[in-house]
């Protein structure tokens, strides 16, 4: 593979994009087991007022904090024989009802949890929102489809919770401080990081959202939730594909076992409506914005913000887009940007 025309590939995508006001910028990556090749083009911000981005912009990677840091938790929970996919969520959490979930059900996105209900948002603080929760009807039969729902992964987060007593501090046990970077965390503002970040929508009920999760559950549950919450640049999120490329292992460092790492590469969703696997990642599902030329072994994982992770386990390599896509507004097609720049990128790695 040619890294550097595939990255310039890249490039000339998001130039394009950009150019054409469909995103204020984005800084974007392709990884292999051995290297990491990483650029910038575009805008941090737009407003209040227009910033270059640079490769040491920390996005809010949103629902790819499922994939990156809370699926990470429960590997390593599993690992340390704390749980296993059949373990009954309500045997960990006294208060939830659900008797008959599993943590895999919960994982794949296969609980009977709805997508959504944004009643939640007359919830005052996590504790409300807790009680929300656990106390929604489920709306299909459990293990019957897939339907994506960040309450799965709250209820995920709460898990991590009880077992380690606080998701941040296992969070950077585990994972953020073995990759060797300080620039992934949760809640850059507190940690004076405000300035490093890129906004995301102008609301009016938080004004121009910066250095805080964009995410209405997230943020009521301050900041830390298993469904959203991490901010990162794009080196923190190669190391992170490169890890996966390793089998677990980055810079000499064990981060996952190997038979962990082999739980990520099967579907758990086999007959039903989605390709998923563990952590919620589609796995080779040919129905997503990664477009036409997927392998037939990879993960696929997208946020709400505009970013995305795309790993190739056929092709021993991964694509990183990170853009702020919803500043100010919503009105862009990220679903459709992601689709060319994956079907172009992968097309020149295949011809070079």
């Known amino acids: 593979m040619d890294i550097k025309k595939a990255i310039a590939k890249e490039f000339e995508i998001i130039k394009k994009e ?4 469909k995103i204020p910028g984005a800084c974007f990556a392709i990884i292999t087991d051995k290297e990491i090749a990483y650029s910038c083009y575009g805008k941090k911000s737009l407003l209040p007022e227009e910033i270059d981005l640079s490769g040491d912009t920390l996005y809010d990677i949103a629902s790819l904090s499922k994939v990156v840091s809370t699926s990470t938790m429960i590997a390593k929970l599993i690992e340390e024989d704390l749980l296993g996919f059949e373990t009954k969520a309500s045997s960990i959490l006294e208060d939830f ?3 008959d979930l599993t943590i895999l059900d919960l994982l794949v996105h296969r609980s009977g949890y709805p997508a959504d209900d944004k009643n939640y948002k007359l919830c005052k603080d996590a504790n409300e929102l807790w009680n929300f929760i656990i106390n929604l009807p489920t709306t299909y039969e459990k293990g019957s489809r897939v339907e994506y729902s960040c309450f799965n992964y709250i209820i995920l987060g709460k898990i991590i919770e009880k077992l380690k007593g606080n998701m941040e501090d296992y969070a950077n046990e585990v994972l953020f401080e073995k990759l060797g ?16 970040c890129a906004p995301t929508e102008a ?13 209405g559950k997230a943020y009521i549950l301050g900041g830390v939730s298993g469904n959203a919450g991490v901010f990162a640049n794009i080196e923190a999120i190669s190391l992170f594909v490169k890890m996966f490329l390793n089998n677990g292992t980055l810079n000499g460092i064990k981060i ?7 739980l990520f590469k099967k579907a758990y969703t ?12 589609y796995y080779a599902d040919n129905n997503t914005s990664a477009g036409k030329n997927i392998s037939k072994s990879c993960l696929y994982h997208t946020g709400f913000a505009g970013t995305s992770i795309y790993i190739d386990f056929e092709r021993n390599c991964g694509l990183v887009l990170l853009t702020n896509a919803i500043h ?17 990128v ?5 011809n070079n």
């Open 256 to 262: 996952l076992k190997k038979e962990t790492m082999d």
């Open 97 to 99: 009802k659900y008797d």
């Open 18 to 21: 950009v150019d054409l006001k």
């Open 346 to 350: 992968l097309d020149i790695i295949d």
């Open 203 to 215: 609301t009016e009920a938080r004004g121009i959202i910066c250095g805080e999760v964009h995410d």
């Open 328 to 344: 100010p507004n919503r009105d862009t097609n990220i679903s459709q940007i992601r689709k060319e720049f994956h079907e172009q």
């Open 270 to 281: 086999s007959g039903l409506n989605e390709s998923r696997t563990m952590g919620g990642w």
């Open 181 to 196: 970077t300080d620039n992934i965390m949760y809640n850059p503002s507190k940690k004076g990081r405000k300035g490093d």
